[in-house]
């Protein structure tokens, strides 16, 4: 599905709202929208988004760096939003959005679980980012994406498949070339199945939650993209993770 978008993007979108010097730090949330989180789930998510928004938009450090795509899977499909605008496949346009222009799309759960192809979409949405970022001449630090779902990968069908297995290797060799860093988080009654394949996905950076934590976990990505700024090392994200995951977010103190 990811194929159907281009391999890069129209220059005229790569500084778009942005000082022109300004560092970028592209942020994809890739998240599941299918309709095992349908009823509160969903809605705790939507409301999350909206308060996530807000901080970012009072944070001026991330707001004036950070640049959010949002990648869902669910009833659309897999689907690219640019804030809360659907895109359609082959849209002439980036899924990126400058953090304190961005306004998060109203999702509603549906849907099957194409974990593994709205992964691969997010993945080419961040190297075709970072291919106009430098075309344009302008500096990125590393792109996060984050993970998130109650499930397992399914077909287009709804049934369970293996097609996952293929990525392991693809961001295996992602994360060493350090092209970006992917957190896998498990939400809900996500089962001990669905927590491997988080665990494969990222070896380091997954977490299996109670319940829906959105605000915690978005809290978290904040924390992430303000380390990055910083330079920090990995030591230093997978302090932050550690606490996210036990629920102590100390980043806020």
Not at 57 to 64: E, N
Not at 194 to 208: D, I, W
Request: a negative charge; aromatic letters at 8%.
């Amino acid at each position: 599905m990811h194929s159907e978008y281009p391999p890069t993007l129209p220059a005229e979108y790569a500084d778009i709202e942005f000082e022109n010097n300004a560092q970028r730090l592209p942020l994809v949330l890739c998240l599941d929208t299918s309709s095992s989180m349908a009823g509160q789930p969903i809605q705790t998510l939507n409301n999350a988004l909206m308060e996530w928004t807000r901080e970012l938009h009072d944070d001026v450090s991330l707001s004036y760096s950070v640049e959010v795509a949002v990648v869902t899977f669910g009833g659309q499909g897999v689907a690219a939003w640019r804030g809360p605008q659907l895109l359609a496949p082959r849209a002439p346009v980036s899924p990126f959005v400058p953090a304190h222009t961005f306004r998060p799309p109203q999702l509603t759960a549906a849907g099957v679980t194409l974990m593994t192809e709205a992964l691969e979409l997010s993945m080419h949405i961040v190297a075709a980012r970072k291919a106009e970022l430098r075309a344009s001449g302008l500096q990125y630090y590393r792109p996060q994406i984050c993970l998130v779902t109650d499930g397992l990968p399914t077909d287009g069908t709804g049934h369970l498949t293996d097609s996952w297995h293929r990525l392991i290797p693809v961001l295996a060799d992602e994360q060493r070339a350090r092209r970006f860093r992917l957190y896998a988080i498990g939400v809900g009654g996500i089962t001990d199945m669905g927590e491997q394949v988080l665990q494969a996905f990222a070896p380091k950076f997954n977490a299996r939650l109670q319940g829906f934590p959105f605000r915690e976990l978005l809290q978290m990505m904040s924390a992430s993209a303000n380390a990055e700024q910083k330079g920090a090392g990995d030591e230093v994200f997978e302090k932050i993770f550690s606490q996210f995951k036990t629920q102590r977010p100390a980043w806020e103190s």
